[in-house]
């Protein structure tokens, strides 16, 4: 079992940057380590559904980003420490959310998740 642990989230005033980690540990059941997952960040405000923020495949470091963190956010990982990260910056008032770090462990559904980790953006 992959788990993942989020951190780095806080109070930021608009126009600031955060820097959120997602520390990794475990394996899958076909004992893949975080290493060789696809991860990716999502992010839920309050009384909103879950959305997508950003992802990175674990063997051709392809990205993609939501439209509305494109040019903003940087995911980022360092295979050698089982962690990724999100590079937030020119934080808007509407990135205000919980942030979750998340893992394809089997096929394309990101089915690992972590606790998250609150990004409040105050303008």
């Known amino acids: 079992q992959v788990q993942l642990v989020e951190s780095g989230g806080g109070l930021v005033q608009a126009g600031g940057s955060l820097k959120l980690s997602c520390a990794a540990s475990?394996?899958?059941?076909?004992?893949?380590?975080?290493?060789?997952?696809?991860m990716g960040w999502f992010r839920q405000a309050p009384g909103k559904e879950r959305e997508f923020v950003a992802r990175?495949?674990?063997?051709?470091?392809?990205?993609s980003y939501a439209d509305s963190v494109k040019g903003r956010f940087t995911i980022s990982r360092d295979n050698a420490k089982n962690t990724i990260y999100l590079q937030m910056t020119s934080l808007k008032p509407e990135d205000t959310a919980v942030y979750y770090c998340?893992?394809?462990?089997?096929?394309?559904?990101?089915?690992?998740w972590g606790q998250g980790t609150q990004v409040t953006v105050s303008s």
């Open positions: 998340a893992a394809q462990t089997r096929g394309l559904d990101f089915d690992s």
């Open positions: 475990g394996r899958t059941a076909t004992g893949r380590t975080a290493s060789t997952l696809t």
């Open positions: 990175r495949t674990w063997n051709t470091g392809s990205t």
